[in-house]
């Protein structure tokens, strides 16, 4: 996927021009530069995924997970509940500029908890209330943010 | 220059400075504490929270959350033997062994004396090297600029590819390639717009950021359960006399170690405190075997070297405008944001700002340990919030945070997207933080590749004829080359010691 994006972009960079005149920058070098890397990147990706893997590491480099991003633990997610989620996170976008966006998410806020979490009502209704109460506030009172 | 030191230091001490850097170490230690938050996810999250206030006052509190959760994510480590932020996974090692035997005031207490030794040591450093580093990059034109993005890109990548380089390489081209969309600079031409008005002006850093990063963090972490913490009261917090007196020497250590590791692009804290204990564990001679039993060594070298090397990172970004680490790419994200543009006539333009931002690190460090020494335990019970309840609230923050940028829903679906992007990544062994750098180093890639090219008449040679270039350019080369010879080394000789 990597490779085909990476294709994608080196072809659609074409239109562009991948070269200006002289030897300068035309619109299209970067894109197409930039797609050509990813391409060949993403072939590198899948060569290496043939090969087999050694598990020896003893490098401290290898050991240390991304700065600034937690932990690698894998993810945690099963797709069911990661679908259901994005669903709701949909309608909820959807919905924002009809109904306004504290009412949304607090809406969203409910379901995600009471089905998606199997959270308590009481759990459920309070952080639902808690969202809208903190767009109100924090966002609306305090940050003048104009929310749909 | 004394005069704008002054006036920096000046600055960071306003009451209302203090009261954001408070407010930025407070936030910080809570996000480093929660698991599944990073110090990246925690600047991104509440970074459109901070685009009322004026830039140091931002930066500041930008700042404060990402040293504060240096050290929230050792709490966590300690006390539940779950890292809150990478650059604390090593402590895992001691710290919880040593709250398994009772101690756990002790590890928390000497952790919070070598982050406030490691982080004053390294900005004692940092102020010293800014202006050379400022200086000497003063003297960089167009090539030059065009081989300090690839060694930036490069060395980012390369760190944080984990596993495979080509997966970094890979996300910060595409990073580059989504810089690409919108108008180009140079001719006015729409690219890659698929005819949509909205992506005239290009993909908003922020929106980019808070999706690839924080939303895509919500999505992967989905699931988790909240864990008990062991419990550490008050009185625990006093560190022993013993404890102490082992602390001060990995505390130095670390901190010149940290220091000197943070200078490099793409090391970062974590992989300053994996180093830091690695040479803790050399030196200690016959008590080496010891290590991984609750050493306070091994807590605060780790720690020291962290702090320091996230103070370190910032000499790249704001001499250079090439981020140290992946927390200092998203604050870079933030200067940009602020119209303030890291590079080499920052220090010149914008004194105030770079002083005051390295002061307010030192009342942040002094505010830290003021806190946590008492605080540790109150802070704790953090913990035991189950992810179930916050992750609804991290979302809310993110989606409203991203509308509150540019006022339009367009930029709430970007975020969405970006974050289902972010999460396919990860699933996939691809680190996101190059696609920030890629996305914030494409257009000044451009420019200068362009305005290169002008120069040279269109020959690329005149990358490799100019002496600064061609030494960045084989700098770039050694952090792709190096780590994989040595990574071959080892591979070989452990091979040999297998067969022998």
Redesign the interface.
């Known amino acids: 996927m990597?490779a085909a994006?990476?294709v994608a972009?080196v072809l659609?960079?074409g239109q562009?021009d991948y070269l200006g005149d002289?030897?300068?920058?035309?619109?299209?070098?970067?894109?197409a530069?930039?797609?050509g890397?990813?391409a060949v990147?993403?072939l590198?990706?899948m060569l290496?995924a043939f090969r087999p893997q050694?598990a020896?590491a003893?490098?401290?480099?290898?050991?240390?997970?991304?700065?600034?991003?937690?932990?690698?633990d894998g993810?945690?997610?099963?797709t069911g509940?990661?679908v259901a989620?994005?669903g709701v996170?949909?309608v909820c976008?959807v919905l924002?500029?009809m109904i306004g966006?504290d009412f949304a998410?607090a809406a969203?806020?409910f379901v995600?908890?009471k089905l998606i979490?199997r959270?308590s009502l009481l759990?459920a209704v309070s952080?639902a209330v808690?969202?809208w109460a903190?767009?109100f506030l924090?966002?609306e009172l305090v940050?003048q943010?104009?929310?749909? | 220059m004394l005069n704008d030191m002054l006036q920096g230091a000046a600055a960071s001490v306003t009451p209302e400075n203090i009261l954001y850097c408070f407010l930025g170490v407070t936030i910080g230690t809570v996000i480093g504490m929660l698991?599944?938050?990073?110090?990246?996810?925690g600047v991104a999250l509440l970074l459109p929270?901070t685009l009322?206030l004026d830039p140091l006052s931002a930066l500041i509190m930008l700042a404060g959350i990402y040293y504060g959760s240096q050290y929230g994510g050792t709490i966590s480590t300690v006390l539940l033997a779950t890292?809150?932020?990478?650059?604390s996974?090593?402590v895992l090692f001691d710290g919880y062994p040593m709250a398994k035997k009772g101690r756990a005031g002790g590890a928390l207490a000497s952790a919070a004396i070598a982050s406030f030794v490691g982080g004053t040591l390294s900005l004692v450093a940092l102020m010293a090297t800014l202006p050379v580093l400022s200086s000497v990059a003063l003297e960089f034109g167009p090539p030059e600029t065009v081989a300090l993005v690839i060694l930036g890109l490069l060395s980012i990548a390369g760190?944080?590819g984990?596993?495979?380089l080509?997966?970094g390489?890979?996300a910060a081209?595409?990073g580059?390639?989504i810089a690409?969309i919108g108008l180009?600079a140079?001719?006015g031409?729409a690219?890659?717009t698929f005819g949509r008005v909205e992506l005239f002006g290009g993909l908003g850093y922020i929106e980019v950021i808070i999706g690839i990063?924080a939303v895509a963090?919500v999505?992967?972490?989905?699931?988790?359960t909240a864990g008990t913490p062991m419990t550490a009261g008050w009185r625990d917090m006093i560190i022993t006399r013993e404890e102490l007196r082992r602390t001060w020497a990995p505390s130095v250590r670390g901190g010149v170690l940290g220091f000197l590791l943070g200078l490099i692009p793409g090391i970062?804290?974590?992989?300053a405190?994996?180093?830091s204990?690695?040479v803790e564990k050399r030196i200690a001679g016959d008590k080496r075997d010891l290590f991984g039993t609750g050493m306070v060594e091994g807590v605060a070298g780790p720690e020291s070297a962290n702090n320091a090397a996230a103070n370190a990172s910032f000499a790249p970004t704001l001499t250079l405008g090439i981020p140290g680490?992946?927390?200092t790419?998203?604050l870079l994200g933030a200067f940009l944001v602020f119209g303030l543009q890291p590079g080499p006539l920052m220090l010149e333009q914008q004194p105030t700002i770079v002083w005051g931002l390295l002061f307010s690190f030192w009342v942040g460090n002094v505010l830290l340990l003021v806190l946590n020494l008492p605080l540790a335990p109150a802070f704790a019970y953090v913990l035991r919030v189950p992810y179930?309840?916050l992750y609804?609230?991290i979302?809310?923050l993110c989606?409203?945070g991203s509308?509150?940028v540019t006022?339009r829903?367009w930029s709430?679906?970007v975020t969405?997207v970006f974050g289902?992007i972010g999460?396919g990544m990860?699933?996939y062994g691809?680190?996101?933080?190059p696609v920030i750098l890629?996305l914030i180093l494409?257009p000044i890639?451009?420019v200068n590749?362009?305005r290169s090219?002008?120069i040279s008449?269109?020959?690329?040679t005149i990358f490799f004829t100019r002496p600064w270039s061609l030494g960045v350019i084989i700098f770039a080369a050694l952090t792709v080359v190096v780590?994989l010879a040595?990574?071959r080394l080892?591979?070989t000789s452990?091979r040999e010691q297998v067969i022998v």
């Open positions: 990597t994006l990476g972009w659609g960079a562009y002289g030897g300068r920058l035309a619109p299209g070098t970067l894109p530069l930039a797609g890397v990813m990147c993403g590198g990706v290496g050694a020896d003893a490098d401290p480099t290898e050991l240390a997970p991304p700065e600034g991003e937690p932990p690698g993810d945690r997610t099963s509940p990661l989620l994005l996170l949909t976008l924002a500029p966006f998410f969203a806020t995600i908890l979490e959270s759990a952080a808690a969202i903190a767009c924090l966002f940050l943010v104009p929310l749909p | 698991p599944g938050l990073g110090s990246a996810t929270l009322t890292p809150g932020d990478s650059s996974a090593v760190f944080t984990g596993a495979s080509l997966k390489i890979a081209a595409f580059i390639l690409t180009d140079q001719s031409e690219r890659m990063i963090e999505l992967r972490q989905m699931g988790r970062g804290a974590t992989l405190s994996f180093f204990y690695d680490s992946g927390t790419a998203v179930s309840i609804p609230f979302l809310f989606l409203v509308y509150a006022n829903m709430v679906w969405l289902v999460f990860e699933k691809y680190p996101v933080i890629g494409g890639l451009e590749l362009s090219l002008s008449h269109g020959d690329p780590p040595l990574r080892r591979k452990h």
